[in-house]
């Protein structure tokens, strides 16, 4: 297929609940929305990538501007365009792996329409639900954690991933822990807050049975995690260190992680997605879903992925109102725990329209 047109639109989606990590609060979720319009049809994806590049060196309007003044015009000059020529084709570009996620997704999503074929098939599911997880951010207060805990163990939640920083650690697992019980799969997330010279801090959390501690340590310190892997009893789960299919073998052959979180936006689409999840696969290692507070379109293609085998651990791939109080696509629900994987074609999702272009806040047509 070719590429004809592509709009990139951003919109604004208010959160329910502010999310505060260590790094970044939000009120709302700036999605930038890519959309590509071919002779077979179009593709839609949601790229990762946040206003502020808090998270990850990518930020939204960077992204914007990569895609429209390198990746696209790349793209629209290939006469025959497959999802799997698009890292290929923008290999000379380097890093900007969540812009480029979003065009292979687009890519692919416009694929699997014309194809009739859903994500979930082609990326290889194997099953058409996954139990879903949720993040907590950090909030004003040890009560407020624990009434927000409470109202998600009883939508039926699986897991809980709680988000830590010093000063915010042992003393909420602790509260956590005390009322919900050993059972609870309970596990944190740092998001790059600690350092070396925390591991007595870390190794605190031992106590709680945690199924494991997300990225404590600066995304480039692998051989840290390393260090820190192997003095406490927590498994570590590495993020926003593995960006490729590389870091990923690097990350493993150093003993850096037990656990690895996959984002697909992270490591630039979900074909790499895919192939880090065959590795750890093969090294034993388990794997879950990550989640970018992503809308409707971005979840949709998340619930597939996290329906492969490797994914053995509840992902952060939450219900609908959990995020937003409306979307750009029919609402996500949970079903005893669980959310159903879309079937449909490519993503499985239409965008609602009058929705969208309510929330857009700005809009560009690249021919
Ligand atoms: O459920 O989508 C979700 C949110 C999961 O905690 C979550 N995401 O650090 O992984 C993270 C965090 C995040 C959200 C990071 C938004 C950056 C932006």
């Not at 930038?32 to 790229?47: H, K, N, P, S």
């Not at 590495?238 to 992270?266: P, Q, Y």
């Not at 879309?342 to 857009?360: F, S, Y």
Request: some cysteine; aromatic content about 6%.
């Amino acid at each position: 297929m070719k590429i004809d047109a592509a709009e990139l639109r951003v919109a604004r989606l208010p959160l329910v609940i502010p999310f505060r990590t260590s790094q970044a609060s939000q009120a709302e979720r700036v999605a930038l929305l890519v959309r590509v319009i071919t002779g077979q049809g179009e593709g839609w994806a949601d790229c990762g990538a946040s206003p502020e590049p808090w998270y990850e060196p990518e930020f939204l309007s960077g992204a914007r501007a990569v895609i429209a003044e390198h990746l696209l015009p790349t793209l629209m000059q290939a006469p025959d365009i497959t999802a799997a020529r698009v890292q290929p084709l923008l290999a000379q570009v380097k890093g900007n792996e969540m812009a480029k996620a979003a065009l292979e997704t687009a890519v692919l999503d416009a694929e699997l329409r014309a194809a009739g074929m859903s994500f979930a098939q082609y990326l290889g599911a194997v099953t058409d639900r996954v139990p879903a997880g949720v993040s907590v951010g950090i909030p004003g207060s040890l009560a407020e954690l624990l009434s927000q805990v409470e109202g998600y163990l009883a939508e039926g939640y699986q897991r809980i991933k709680l988000k830590i920083e010093p000063g915010w650690d042992t003393e909420p697992v602790r509260a956590v822990r005390e009322r919900f019980g050993p059972d609870l799969a309970l596990q944190v997330d740092a998001n790059q807050a600690y350092s070396r010279h925390d591991a007595r801090r870390l190794r605190a959390l031992d106590e709680f049975g945690l199924l494991l501690v997300e990225q404590p340590l600066a995304a480039g310190d692998l051989p840290g995690h390393a260090e820190l892997a192997r003095a406490l009893a927590t498994p570590v789960c590495l993020d926003e260190s593995v960006t490729s299919l590389r870091l990923a073998a690097v990350a493993l052959e150093l003993g850096a992680c037990s656990v690895l979180n996959i984002k697909a936006a992270r490591v630039g689409g979900y074909l790499t997605a895919r192939a880090i999840h065959d590795l750890c696969v093969a090294h034993g290692v388990p794997v879950w879903c990550g989640g970018l507070l992503e809308t409707g379109v971005g979840r949709a293609a998340n619930l597939a992925l996290a329906a492969l085998p490797g994914f053995t651990l509840p992902g952060d791939v939450s219900a609908t109102d959990r995020y937003f109080a409306e979307d750009i696509t029919a609402p996500f629900v949970l079903e005893d725990g669980h959310i159903r994987v879309p079937a449909g074609p490519g993503t499985g999702v239409e965008v609602i329209m009058d929705v969208l272009e309510r929330l857009t806040v700005s809009c560009e047509l690249l021919c």
